[in-house]
């Protein structure tokens, strides 16, 4: 939550309450908690709002400067009330809405959160802060239609609240709405999102899109924004591997690592970017790195077995496919590996048996398979 401009609507709504407290003879009160409020002193403007409060209990403005006063402080179970004071002497009040939500909202107090900033959008129809707000909420407890739907009426009420567009994104990530999500993720970054994380968002969403090259240039900023943070790093990585920069995929891949040392995956894409320059042996000592960490992942035994086979180490590569079998008897690429060892020893037959066992497992594998048999007993 941010108390955005909120500050100076304080003094706004404390000047709207200057008539009354002159009335009571209280103007040097008045001018010291302006004056405190307006330099954030907030420990010392809560004294004087409550000393303004003891003559003038039911002033809608004094009332909500004391609840900004202790909402600036974190004092949230206390500005709960002084909000709903200031509401009920002034029912109109839409930021006392506002900020009696973003109390709430920080108490876990969801349902009564989203009740405030739905009062504030039925008054200020216009307020674009109250729909953020609202959807914030909204996320919160996990409705991300109706956070989509609060989080769209900001950005049609203020198009560049980039704070709103990014959360629109992952709100449209969350419901696997990615193509709507790619939009919106660029648009925050043109509307001056600069943290990085929308950045990674976008770069991570053209990964997944296969667009490597896009991926890159946003990624990189992604990484010279957060270079700590493990996934702009693995992300990276994959995309420079994607479009077969291997030198550079190793690069990222390692500074995942770094940040991540027992993170699994991150060691297997480092051995795909060495097998992408066929270095095998630098591959598979990676695949093991991998298996170490996930002894059950399938995937990383088989890469084992395919770098193994790729450098002509068949017994090596039938004991990593087996691995796999021992996990899953019925993992057609590692059946498929087995079958083109067999085929780097001659063993025609025995890739023959292999395939099949393919033809009821996976056609599209088993079909693989017969074409690389057929190659090999073709005359040469």
């Keep these: 939550m941010k108390a955005r401009n909120f500050a100076l609507l304080a003094l706004a709504i404390l000047t709207f309450s200057a008539a009354i407290v002159n009335a009571q003879d209280t103007r040097p009160l008045f001018d010291r908690a302006a004056e405190q409020l307006k330099s954030g002193q907030y420990d010392a ?5 409550r000393q303004i409060l003891a003559i ?9 400067d004391l609840g900004f006063c202790y909402y600036m402080q974190r004092q949230y179970e206390r500005a709960v009330p002084a909000f709903r004071n200031a509401i009920m002497s002034k029912p109109d009040l839409v930021e006392a809405y506002v900020f ?48 989509i739907a609060a989080f769209e009426k ?15 994104g992952l709100a449209y990530l969350r419901v696997r709405r990615h193509d709507d ?22 770069g991570k969403l053209y990964v997944e899109k296969n667009r490597y090259s896009d991926a890159v240039p946003v990624l990189i900023e992604a990484v ?3 270079p700590n943070h ?5 992300q990276l990585g994959v995309a420079y591997d994607g479009i077969d920069r291997y030198s550079d995929a190793i690069e990222q891949f390692t500074q995942a690592i770094r940040i991540e040392p027992q993170d699994a995956g991150a060691r297997l894409d480092l051995g795909n970017a060495f097998f992408g320059q066929r270095k095998y042996a630098e591959a598979a000592g990676h695949y093991k790195e991998a298996i170490a960490l996930s002894p059950k992942w399938k995937m990383a035994h088989n890469y084992l077995g395919d770098a193994y086979r790729a450098n002509g180490q068949f017994d090596l590569a039938m004991a990593a496919y087996n691995d796999t079998l021992a996990i899953d008897p019925r993992d057609a690429n590692a059946i498929y590996g087995i079958g083109c060892v067999y085929l780097g020893q001659g063993k025609l037959d025995m890739a023959r048996q292999q395939k099949a066992k393919l033809d009821s497992l996976d056609q599209t594998i088993a079909a693989k398979l017969q074409g690389r048999i057929a190659n090999a007993a073709r005359p040469q």
Excluded: W
């Design 45 to 49: 403007a809560t004294d004087s709002f």
């Design 56 to 64: 003038v209990p039911d002033d809608p403005g004094a009332n909500y």
């Design 100 to 147: 009696l939500g973003n109390s709430l909202d920080y108490l876990k107090r969801y349902k009564e959160a989203v009740a405030a900033y739905n009062k504030a959008t039925e008054l200020a129809p216009n307020n674009a802060d109250a729909f953020y707000e609202l959807g914030v909420a909204h996320a919160r407890q996990k409705d991300d239609t109706a956070a």
């Design 154 to 168: 900001c950005i049609k009420l203020d198009p560049a609240n980039d704070e709103a567009l990014y959360n629109l």
């Design 181 to 202: 999500a790619v939009p919106v993720f660029e648009r925050a970054i043109k509307a001056g999102r600069s943290m990085g994380d929308a950045h990674y968002q976008l």
């Design 224 to 226: 010279r924004l957060r």
């Design 230 to 234: 493990f996934g702009s790093h693995f």
